[in-house]
């Protein structure tokens, strides 16, 4: 593939950035309803995406890529219009007279960089926001997701002119090569020891940044949830694109009396949701590089040197990049998979006797993106939800966080920086700019050298009041 031009990319948006900052509500949504317009009209080629890039079943791709993507542009049409209203203040009583306003204002020139494991939702779904905030934008999704960024680059050049939106395809050193620009506002969705690259590199420009990353999101099963159950629904959660879900539960706690029952919880749902052979079935998705397979299963082998019991319902197969899901029990706790984000389907299982011990094995990892919890007692849960902390916590679901409109998406340190979704996601791309007007007569002035006698007084009482 030719290598684009990325200084004059980074140009072409920079020169447009100021007119589209300017654009009016009605224009911004006309824009996004072309964009909802052109996901129906394109449904049947995100779906062939899909499934030649991660062997995608299409349910998963209408739920998971083109639904979040729809939903936030309805979200936006409906209440675009009020965030960008500029946001009264009252005045403290030494700022009389005056007006204060807040305007929430476009950043400019924006770079949304994505992965590959919803290629489509990861892109779309920050651009609605920059669109919506009168961003410019330049979109580079994942080399990893091949077939879904050719279909990106067709959809948007069918919905936006050049110098509104572009997609820049490639891999790493075209990542790097825009970075090198000084864009206006940098939103990153990857993993976090690339983040903390980026955020290196856009440190040099002084760029914002928003960081949406990965970590470990653990699920701590209650005592009395019902061990099999729990068992069951982490099945069907890690099942979901193969356990390449950034709000994946990566493992599990469980009580040490409660283990056995959610093991075979855990073999009974894999069987309920897959089959017997699950790399026969359509629905099961597989890993999206052979890369990443011989990660999986490298980390796999280390577990079961260590000791590690192991239990697999197939075979995996590198030729088809088929992994099945995975349950590992008594995995030592220095290897990989205990360690590191496992971002496939395996799923490490730990015992606690006290619920302390759960929340001290999650504190001692770096903050989840999510903290699950499957438990009928509030009391139990609420206290875990103040001992941790976390971008997120779901009880007795997995992932429905995401879906909520308004809730505020993102991690913390590792697991992120920075909020997407609703007004959050709007303020992200935008610049909170201060206005404060002065009426006609100002008593500033009152208050400048020389100090006099009766200024000195007048000081003494506006020092009396802050
Ligand atoms: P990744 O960090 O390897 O790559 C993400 C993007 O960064 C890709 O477009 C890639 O081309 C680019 N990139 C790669 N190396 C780069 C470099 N040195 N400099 C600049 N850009 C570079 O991540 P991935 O493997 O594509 O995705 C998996 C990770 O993403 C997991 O950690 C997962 O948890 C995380 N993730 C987070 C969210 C979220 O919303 N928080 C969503 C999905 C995935």
Redesign the pocket.
Known sequence: MEQPNLESIFAQLQASAPVLGRRRAAERIARLRSLKKALHAHRAEAHAALRADLHRAEPDTDLNELLPVTSTIDYVVKHLRTWMRPEKHGLPITLIPGSAEVVYESKGAVLI??????PIN?CLVPLVYAVAAGNSVAL?????SPATSAFLTKLIASVFPPEEVQVVEG??EV??GL?DQPWNHLF????????S??MA?AARHLTSVTL????KSPVIVHPKFGAETAGNRVAWAKGLNAGQV?IAPDYALVRKDQREAFIAGFQTGVRQYYGARPAENPDFAHIVHERHWDRLEAWVEEARAGGAEIWQIDRPDRSSKYYPLTLVWDAPKDIELSCS?I?GPILPVYTYIETADAIAHVESGSRP?VLYQLSHDRAWSDGITAATRAGATVINDFFLHYMHPSLP???VNT??IGKSHGLWGFREFTNARSIYRRGRWSPTMLLAPPYTEWKRKLIAMVARWL
Do not use: H, Y
Not at 140 to 144: D, G, H, N, V
């Open positions: 960089v994505s992965p590959w494991n919803f990861l580079k999704p994942s080399e990893l891999g790493v990542a790097k970075l990153f969705t990857g993993s976090p020891k690339i983040g690259q980026v590199t949406e990353l990965g970590g950034c984000e971002f993106l998406f993102g991690g697991s992120g």
